[in-house]
């Protein structure tokens, strides 16, 4: 019996060794040796401060900033509980939401925004008329929860929001937004993107505050 364990047993110390120790430590290595920056998280620093990461979106609420795509990540841009509402397109909590009261009179804690919600909501804090078609970004949640980047046109049609908060011109706003926008990879794959942290960034750094 022992003759028959024997090479079973070596098998999986074998295996515990290359697959559990050595191969991730030469993936580990040799990222940080060819990607350093992405190996660590694709930080990003101001001042020697850590403030963010290009790929985990964060809750901007502030008028003066930018603001990223709805999340249902645990209670909003949560990177602990990254997540998408799994609803379909069809679903009508998706489309209308939930909202209940409470006895007491209070929301219910389980209420939840849908599309015609945040697009309402998006118009008035923007200043955007019905008759403006509102970007797929601007009113669903990502699957992630957690997406760094919008659009253009969800960025455009924040920039007079911003430009009045901030008492500078829409045209200097609309600027940096071209200046940080992300063209197609390799020219074909994805859409043309905003990443929302460096956007924001960008703006402080030119009003000198940070």
């Known amino acids: ?8 047993i070596m098998m999986v110390f074998t295996f515990i060794l290359f697959t559990g120790l050595l191969y991730p430590l030469a993936v580990t290595g040799s990222a940080s040796v060819l990607f350093p920056k992405q190996a660590k998280g694709s ?20 008028p ?3 603001h990223p795509r709805p999340s249902a990540a645990g209670n909003g841009y949560d990177g602990a509980n990254s997540s998408g509402t799994n609803l379909g397109p069809l679903s009508d909590k998706l489309i209308n939401g939930i909202h209940k009261k409470l006895p007491d009179g209070k929301d219910d804690p389980s209420n939840f925004d849908g ?10 804090e923007n200043g955007v008329s019905d008759a403006t078609a ?12 957690l997406d760094p980047e919008i659009s253009p046109a969800n960025a455009e049609l924040q920039a007079k929001r911003v430009a009045d908060a901030r008492h500078i011109s829409v045209e200097d706003v609309k ?6 926008t992300q063209t197609r990879t390799l020219g074909i794959l994805g859409e043309p993107r905003v990443n929302v942290l ?10 000198r505050l940070l």
């Open 43 to 62: 930080l990003i620093e101001k001042n020697g401060v850590v403030v963010g990461s290009e790929w985990i979106g964060q809750n901007f609420a502030a």
């Open 198 to 207: 460096k956007l924001n960034l960008a703006l402080d750094s030119k009003l």
């Open 1 to 8: 019996m022992l003759r028959e364990l024997r090479p079973a």
């Open 64 to 66: 003066n900033y930018f």
């Open 175 to 180: 600027r940096k937004i071209a200046e940080n």
């Open 134 to 145: 509102l970007p797929a970004d601007a009113v669903t949640r990502s699957a992630s929860g």
């Open 115 to 124: 599309v015609k919600d945040l697009a309402a909501a998006y118009r008035k």
